[in-house]
């Protein structure tokens, strides 16, 4: 197996983006690696047909876009000491838009990735039906291992 040198987590701002964010610091860490964090806004593009949305949905993106660098910044700001810690200095962030699955592993490529580390739930309930599993996705056709987790076992609330 090659070295580590690089890890990419795609976070989703959802209450397990912290398990996965440490688990991916951690073997940063252990691996004495860069970090990766990316933010993928879903491209509503390809769900036009499914319903007459009362708002234009460029504006609805862009502003999503916006708020999601809004979030990146206080998402890093706030694990920052964790990183410190860590010893882990060179974070960088991203956010990005299109489909989720393809971002990730698009990302993962272009920045010759390693390691990717991502939560196996994320969002529940219409999202998911919408958006599918973006984990199968990422696992399915990534150019690296991935390494996936599922944040309810620390809780002890197996989900499916």
Not at 29 to 38: G, R, S, W
Not at 141 to 148: D, G, I, M, N, Y
């Amino acid at each position: 197996m090659q070295s580590v040198n690089s890890v990419l987590t795609p976070i989703d701002f959802s209450e397990n983006a912290d398990t996965v964010f440490k688990a991916a610091v951690f073997l940063a860490k252990t691996f004495k690696a860069e970090l990766h964090v990316v933010f993928v806004v879903q491209n509503f593009e390809d769900y036009t047909g499914f319903f007459v949305p009362p708002i234009n949905l460029p504006n609805l993106e862009e502003e999503l876009y916006a708020s999601a660098q809004q979030k990146m910044e206080s998402f890093i700001a706030q694990h920052k000491g964790l990183c410190d810690e860590a010893g882990i200095s060179a974070v960088s962030s991203k956010v990005l838009s299109g489909d989720v699955g393809e971002e990730v592993v698009k990302y993962a490529e272009q920045k010759k990735v390693q390691l990717i580390v991502m939560g196996t739930h994320g969002y529940k309930g219409l999202e998911r039906i919408m958006f599918g599993s973006v984990a199968e996705k990422v696992v399915k056709t990534a150019h690296c291992p991935v390494l996936t987790l599922n944040p309810y076992r620390d809780r002890g609330e197996v989900q499916d």
